[in-house]
């Protein structure tokens, strides 16, 4: 299997994943906290329809440059977590709160998110596109595509103990692009989910995890967007 088809692969899975464990979300689910600041588990979900947006816009947006970021540089990096009072996140909040029934919301997401997919397996490897100004191949936009899926998987499940996580391939390649973002490895006997939500601070690190970081604890979390 070539690179980008690897790449489209797992874009193409931790999608699919992602969008089965909302379609299969209990109505009640809707209005548990997800692991994101300020959000209910709907305001998340509301979040990925318009990701599913914005992979069918790049996806169309043709670039004549060369490439500027791969699917590790694409990511901006801050040190200041989310508060959930960016006017963009109230944004999203309000436009979920009008959907009112989450059957509206989960019917939308499988709507764009099943084209976006289309979109995705269908689009030329090496294909140019311009996204946030931008310019990267496809191949590296699925890929970076990766990390943004299976960390919203895991705001999705971390109040919902019994809803499948990320796909096992999607967390370590997800692993591999963060530690490609801090520019370093995380120790080897932390498992994949760990590295992530310690990684983006979306949990703290214990004592002994801070200990096992050594200086690099003092870099974290990598707030990436």
Do not use: N
Not at 130 to 140: A, F, M, N
Not at 149 to 157: E, G, P
Request: glycine residues 8%; contains cysteine; aromatic residues 6%.
């Amino acid at each position: 299997m070539d690179h980008f088809s690897r790449s489209a692969d797992l874009f193409s899975r931790s999608w699919a994943a992602l969008r089965t464990a909302v379609a299969d979300l209990p109505e009640q689910a809707f209005e548990q906290p997800s692991g994101c600041t300020g959000w209910l588990v709907r305001d998340l979900v509301c979040h990925l329809v318009i990701d599913a947006q914005d992979v069918l816009i790049t996806l169309v947006t043709p670039a004549s440059a060369e490439p500027t970021v791969d699917a590790v540089t694409y990511w901006q990096v801050s040190d200041e977590p989310p508060t959930g009072d960016d006017p963009l996140d109230a944004l999203t909040v309000r436009l979920a709160a009008a959907y009112q029934d989450p059957a509206l919301l989960t019917f939308h997401l499988d709507d764009v998110g099943s084209a976006a997919g289309r979109a995705a397996g269908l689009a030329d490897p090496d294909a140019l596109v311009g996204t946030q100004e931008q310019v990267l191949t496809v191949g590296d936009y699925l890929t970076a595509y990766v990390l943004e899926w299976t960390l919203h998987h895991l705001d999705l499940i971390a109040h919902l103990p019994d809803v499948p996580g990320p796909p096992a391939e999607g967390l370590a390649r997800a692993r591999a692009l963060l530690e490609g973002i801090a520019g370093a490895a995380f120790p080897a006997s932390w498992g994949d989910t760990d590295v992530l939500l310690v990684g983006t601070g979306r949990r703290p690190a214990t004592e002994r995890e801070k200990g096992e970081l050594g200086a690099a604890a003092r870099k974290l979390p990598l707030v990436i967007g």
